[in-house]
């Protein structure tokens, strides 16, 4: 039976319908994306991480948002060229949605409530280097930023978060998603 987190509906790049119920079974990592963001490299570990796990079952799942200093201005269709162009991406993507403030998708909402709190590197930094530079970061269980990171195990449940600055290929990451893909 799906859990409530794979009966959210969402739409592909492309507008299809879908949800994380598509990918029942598999190993989720849930990560909100931006095309013009100082994160945006991390694509290549993504890509990276997809292709080296997903014979064993993971899918990485990236979910455009632009409301981190608007990094994310592009089209759909834009959006998948740039990523399709700069870092041959081929894990599935979806439409552009809201994962902080006013419009929060039902998606986010459930992602964040179920997981309130990302592990990050050197105790929140990330969060304080944000501030420093006057950006508001809102509380603790808000996406804090692009390439905030979800792990979502073969049944349904979010099991982890980690923050925008812990690159996908980090040693917490990887050794997550090999856990949950051996169970």
């Not at 105790?123 to 304080?128: I, P, S």
């Not at 792990?151 to 997550?176: M, Y």
Request: aromatic letters at 10%; hydrophobic letters at 40%; charged letters at 25%.
């Amino acid at each position: 039976m799906p859990t409530e987190i794979e009966t959210i509906a969402v739409s592909t790049i492309d507008g299809a319908d879908a949800s994380l119920g598509d990918y029942a079974g598999k190993v989720r990592l849930v990560v909100n994306v931006a095309s013009k963001c100082g994160l945006t490299p991390q694509y290549e570990a993504l890509e990276a991480l997809y292709r080296k796990y997903r014979e064993r079952g993971l899918e990485v799942l990236a979910f455009p948002a632009n409301e981190f200093g608007h990094q994310e201005p592009g089209t759909e269709a834009e959006i998948k060229e740039f990523c399709s162009t700069n870092y041959q991406v081929s894990f599935p993507m979806f439409r552009k949605i809201v994962v902080k403030g006013e419009g929060l998708h039902p998606l986010y909402a459930r992602l964040t409530a179920e997981r309130p709190e990302a592990h990050g590197l050197n105790g929140g930094e990330f969060r304080t280097k944000l501030e420093g530079y006057g950006i508001k970061t809102g509380a603790p269980s808000e996406v804090l930023w692009n390439f905030e990171k979800f792990l979502v195990d073969r049944q349904g449940k979010v099991i982890g978060r980690f923050a925008p600055d812990v690159p996908p290929d980090a040693e917490l990451i990887v050794s997550a998603i090999e856990r949950a893909l051996s169970v």
